[in-house]
């Protein structure tokens, strides 16, 4: 057994650098935690020897300078007897660092910040890591294009995937770490500044006013969102969820079809979509089980630099592209929302099983339509099968596409395709049922492909390796079944 007691207080400077393991061991004081929590595609990603509890943020951005500035306190339990540990954190400068209000040493090695505390931490003990920084946070800029941080013309606007959280607070940065959040932002008095979860207050002071969400249900790093700029922020309840939308007022003076000045408004559309969304959860909740959490809403800014809608637990973020129409607009509401079930709630174990988030979200849009009278199912998944076996289309396996068609087309359509052929393959009855009791009996667990063929076999009483490797794991276009 370790014990504190016996851990003589090394000057940090003397500690940080050793990091051997062996020497560590002969202190007594334990070992490193891992640099990352084991992800194939993103080794780095999170970080191993502690399960963070809950993230309490406190920042200030000021749109005039674009700089964030503040204190993360990270309440953490460690899963093992740990002399350091690492957070993930990308840019911004560190302003000081204690563990459990003491000191602590650290260095920055890339985006890993490593930790060395006074003292080692005992395997099951809480500790809280307090970081107070500053800095202009970076947009990030990958295979997938724009994400992240943006700077808008009004304030920012924070929506990534798979990473987004490290580039504006020291995090746990995989979604196999699940946290509350408390999230106060600090902005110049006029504008708004909105998160995931419940609204607790805004309070003015001079200024400035600061503005309290809290998310209680555990939620991963790379949803939480933030939005900051001039905002008409609407709540409301329905069905027992309360709602906060939040829509930038220019919205209302961009045409939603750029082809007809005359037409309705993207916030208009916008408006129409989101009010449509106490409707889309009852639909969701009779396919999927209950709604997972206790707020809901959506944001929209007019920033058009976001290209891509996100999933944000309780709140996801559009751009104001998605409102083009109130077809589509409805139609991403859908996804995002399924999303909330199979993503957020599901969370990846890790993100080789991307397919379990997105293919999931685009099959549900297919019933969607399907519903609406658009088009249904089957003719959708034929225009898709009708895709050239010589097609690239066919060359990603969804159920392992790697990091870089993470959200290619494969992904979505092919993952939703495969949801079809299982569909055929054990019938209306046991598919509807596989869906709902995935989402049940994973409830706020993370997930993998292997854990849903289970469930498929389990339910469907039916042997579906075969299928599942020919449609998920097959680079080449699969026969019909
Ligand atoms: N999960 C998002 C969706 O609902 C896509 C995120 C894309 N990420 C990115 N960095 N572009 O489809
Ligand atoms: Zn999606």
Redesign the pocket.
Known sequence: MWRSVTVVAVTAGLLAPTGGTALARAQGGGSPGAAGIGDPYYPLDGNGGYDVQNYDLDLRYDPATDVLSGQAAVRARATQDLSRFDLDLQGLKIASLTVDGRPAAYRRDGGELVVTPRASLHEGATFVVTVAYAGSPRT?H?V?????FFHTDDGALV??????AATWFPANDHPLDPASFDVSITVPSGLEAISNGVLLDQRRHGDWTTWNWQAREPMATYLLGMAIGQFDIRSHSAGGIRFWNALDPDLFRMSADPGDPYGPTVGAVATGSLARQPEIVRWLAGLAGPYPFSAAGGIVDDFAGL?????NQTR?IYPSSSFSDPLDGDL?IV??LA?QWF?DDLRLAGWQHIWL??GF??YVEWLWQEREGVRTVRETFDSFYATPARDAFWTVAPGDPGPDE??GDAV?YRGAMTLHALRQAVGDRAFFAILRRWASSQAGDSVTSAEFIALSERISGRQLDALFQRWLFTPSKPARA
Do not use: C, Q, R, W
Request: hydrophobic share 40%; glycine share 12%; proline share 6%.
């Open positions: 990030i990958d997938f294009g724009a994400s992240g929506v990534g995937e798979p990473d987004v290209e891509f809608a996100l999933e996801p991403v996804h995002e999303h993503g988030n997105e979200a685009t993470l959200f979505y």
